[in-house]
């Protein structure tokens, strides 16, 4: 009897918490809007890391010769 009353509790409990955590958590909408600004905010900073590159490539590039030899 008290392993049965055990299970029962411990049912309830899991899934007491389970419906706790799960509505603690964002909405689709709100993980959406948060995938769509990551997205965003990645792609500036891929853009800036190139934009990084481009100049430090540019500053160990030898400069042209001024007349062809």
Known sequence: M??????ISAIIFS???LLFF????????QR????IEDSLRLDQERRELL????RMIDSVRPAP?????
């Open 2 to 7: 008290k392993r049965s009353l055990f299970r």
């Open 15 to 17: 899934f007491s918490a």
């Open 22 to 29: 799960s509505a603690c958590g964002p909405t689709a909408q």
């Open 32 to 35: 959406e809007e948060q995938r």
């Open 51 to 54: 934009e990084r590159t481009g």
């Open 65 to 69: 010769a001024d007349s062809p030899q």
